[in-house]
Antibody, heavy 119, light 110 residues
Framework: DVQLMESGGGLVQPGGSLRLSCAGS????????MDWVRQAPGKGLEWVGR??????????DYAASVKGRFTMSRDDSKNLLYLQMNSLKTDDTAMYYC??????????WGQGTLVTVSS | QSALTQPPSASGSPGQSVTISCTGT?????????VSWYQQHPGKAPQLIIY???RRPSGVPDRFSGSQSGNTASLTVAGLQAEDEADYYC??????????FGTGTKVTVL
């Protein structure tokens, strides 16, 4: 079975940085694109970004709300996906989900890790 | 990229059917046959229940079905059961490595 497990969430001050990790298992980690989606407390889902594979030079794209502040990366040798978040704002407070992307479908979701940005 | 439009709420009695709409534009829903639907119970991660407009992942009951007409996609839950009470979100691939989500619909089983 596909499993995705996020970690690295926590409390951070505005302007601070945090790096989230996502460990994948049960599939060939180097094959799919991977995404992050977030959900602010009591709110809807928001797509954050997508990283492609080695064949596509690990190219990534981001939502306008995080572009220039967030960076996705992956280490296929360790089955790990990362989200580096800089210049954090209170609006970035959310549950962050790691997702295995399969042919333009956000197919498998992790359980999420909570990021709280507050002073 | 604007969010796809869903009704805030929908309801039905056990055994009845409920249909949720998801309206986008010809840049997302209408352009790609890539609409998905997710079910989210309180405190849980979203779970895929429909992909590629009308396909069900393994293990999803056939009570859940999807369709699309132009820029509007729909999810129908037939034979409502108590465990179907949840939030439902649609999403669409929007090109250029972007996805857009719907505003979400809370389904209540009366």
């Amino acid at each position: 079975d596909v499993q995705l497990m996020e970690s690295g969430g926590g409390l951070v001050q505005p302007g601070g940085s945090l790096r989230l990790s996502c460990a994948g298992s049960g599939f060939n980690f180097n094959e799919p694109y991977m995404d992050w989606v977030r959900q602010a407390p009591g709110k809807g889902l928001e797509w954050v970004g997508r990283i492609m594979t080695k064949a596509k030079n690990y190219s990534a794209d981001y939502a306008a709300s995080v572009k220039g502040r967030f960076t996705m990366s992956r280490d296929d040798s360790k089955n790990l996906l990362y989200l580096q978040m800089n210049s954090l704002k209170t609006d970035d407070t959310a549950m962050y989900y790691c997702i295995r992307d399969w042919f333009t479908t956000l197919y498998n979701w992790g359980q999420g890790t909570l990021v709280t940005v507050s002073s | 990229q604007s969010a796809l439009t869903q009704p805030p709420s929908a309801s039905g009695s056990p055994g009845q059917s409920v249909t949720i709409s998801c309206t986008g534009t010809n840049s997302d829903v209408g352009r790609f046959s890539a609409v998905s639907w997710y079910q989210q119970h309180p405190g849980k991660a979203p779970q895929l229940i429909i992909y590629a407009v009308n396909r069900r992942p393994s293990g999803v009951p056939d009570r859940f079905s999807g369709s699309q007409s132009g820029n509007t996609a729909s999810l129908t839950v037939a034979g409502l059961q108590a465990e179907d009470e949840a939030d439902y979100y649609c999403s669409s691939y929007a090109g250029s490595n972007n996805y857009v989500f719907g505003t979400g619909t809370k389904v209540t089983v009366l």
